[in-house]
């Protein structure tokens, strides 16, 4: 037993330390996800979203589509929609957790896969 406890923490002390995740800045945000192709998961469906110079945001789902606006506010991106299940406004921070892996502030993770 002690032997495999010792292999064990030997084999931890030699991997990849995680790096600490933060919460992107507005410009950050720009940067890594305007005009890509964002996929998350949400009421129980696959989404795909898309963050587009002059503050237009556009979500498509099973259900159909809908465009709405997107507006930094500090370390914040707001996103109005006008109708759909995630009607009105949000605000969120996001946290980068992998290659192309976001987590929101809201706890919805989500990818960029373009």
Same mark, same amino acid.
């Not at 991106?77 to 980068?96: D, E, L, Q, Y």
């Given at each position: 037993m002690m032997r %495999? #406890? =010792?292999v064990i923490f030997l084999f931890s %002390?030699? #991997?990849p330390t995680?790096?600490? %995740?933060?919460? #992107?800045t $507005?410009?950050?945000? =720009?940067?890594?996800m305007l005009n890509k192709t964002i996929?998350? /998961? @949400?009421?129980g469906m696959t989404v795909t979203m898309r963050y587009r110079p002059g *503050?237009?945001?556009? %979500?498509? $789902?099973? #259900? !159909?589509?809908?465009k709405g606006t997107w507006r930094p506010q500090g370390n914040k991106i707001? &996103?109005?929609?006008? &109708? *759909?299940?995630a009607k009105g406004t949000s605000c969120v921070s996001?946290? /980068?957790? !992998?290659?192309? @892996?976001?987590? &929101? =502030?809201?706890g919805v993770r989500f990818r960029i896969v373009d």
């Amino acid at each position: 037993m002690m032997r %495999a #406890l =010792s292999v064990i923490f030997l084999f931890s %002390a030699v #991997l990849p330390t995680p790096v600490l %995740a933060k919460t #992107l800045t $507005a410009s950050e945000v =720009s940067n890594e996800m305007l005009n890509k192709t964002i996929v998350t /998961r @949400q009421f129980g469906m696959t989404v795909t979203m898309r963050y587009r110079p002059g *503050g237009v945001v556009a %979500a498509k $789902a099973m #259900l !159909g589509s809908v465009k709405g606006t997107w507006r930094p506010q500090g370390n914040k991106i707001c &996103s109005t929609f006008p &109708s *759909g299940p995630a009607k009105g406004t949000s605000c969120v921070s996001f946290t /980068r957790v !992998g290659p192309k @892996q976001y987590v &929101s =502030s809201e706890g919805v993770r989500f990818r960029i896969v373009d």
